[in-house]
């Protein structure tokens, strides 16, 4: 699909918000700082691309939401109501999604990468789970977790139960593969790269986007091709902007700068896990 892009404005990425991580308090101040960065985003943005695990958990019940979340909705909302684009993908946090951004914020939600065309460059947009070599045992319960009789029998158990059950698998998976997700496995092993470049041996695309690694990264995968990463709000405060010329990786905070350039300081061999 095509976007439009006038002069003077620009179009914002970003993803892993993971709200609700580690808990309320720690959230709650991570919300408002996401919130700021929005407002100044406000002002020359034409579209704005959330790209997976806006929360740690979310599920959708025919009548309830998981409770919080008050600024942000607020906000999204403020800025459609003023014309700003938003297009938010699903993660592997947040997959259980049914209706609510569309209905109540007026926010498409997609399930899987989409294509753009902005500015006359062609960008490849998704969370990034499930995508690349390896990790079979998640690809698998992917399929298990979207699975509508699955969802079905979650949607059974009462939210209090439910919601308090899920947010304590989420936090036990961070706290077991979230150190080993924040390490620079080299440029020939990024998984996320190997799969731009495999998608590029069929058609061309400028800008890979893709969430998920928790890393920031900006690589070469092609002559005219660069995957970019947008990290997560937990450690790197990080997102990316095409101006209509360039998309550059930035940093909300000097914090997160240096963190990443810590995280890719060293090269791991091999990293299984994924979040």
Known sequence: MDINLPAGRKIYFASDFHLGAPNAAASREREKLIIKWLEEAEKDAQHIFL?????????????????????????????????????????NHDMWMNGYFEDEL????????????????????GHGDGLGPGDHGYKFLKKV???????????????????SMA????????????????????????????????????????????????????????PNSRYINLGDWLNYFSYAVFDGKETSLKFYTEEGAKAAKVAKSGVKDVVEDRR
Do not use: M
């Open 167 to 222: 947010n304590y698998f989420s936090r036990k998976s961070r706290a077991a593969t979230g150190q080993n997700l924040e390490h620079f496995l080299g440029e020939e092993n990024e998984w996320l790269a190997i799969y731009s470049r495999e998608v590029l041996e069929k058609e061309h695309f400028d800008y890979f986007i893709f969430g998920h690694r928790h890393l920031p990264l900006d690589i070469q995968v092609g």
């Open 145 to 163: 977790f979207r699975n509508p009789v699955c969802r079905w029998l979650f949607s059974a158990l009462h939210p209090a139960i439910g919601i």
């Open 51 to 91: 790209v997976g695990d806006l929360f740690d958990f979310w599920f959708e019940y025919k009548h309830v939401i998981p409770k919080g979340y008050t600024r942000i909705f607020g906000k999204l909302a403020a800025l459609r109501d003023k014309g700003i684009g938003i297009s938010v993908f699903i993660g």
């Open 106 to 125: 007026d926010i498409p939600v997609y399930y899987e990468p989409q294509t753009y065309t902005i500015g006359g460059k062609r960008f490849y947009i």
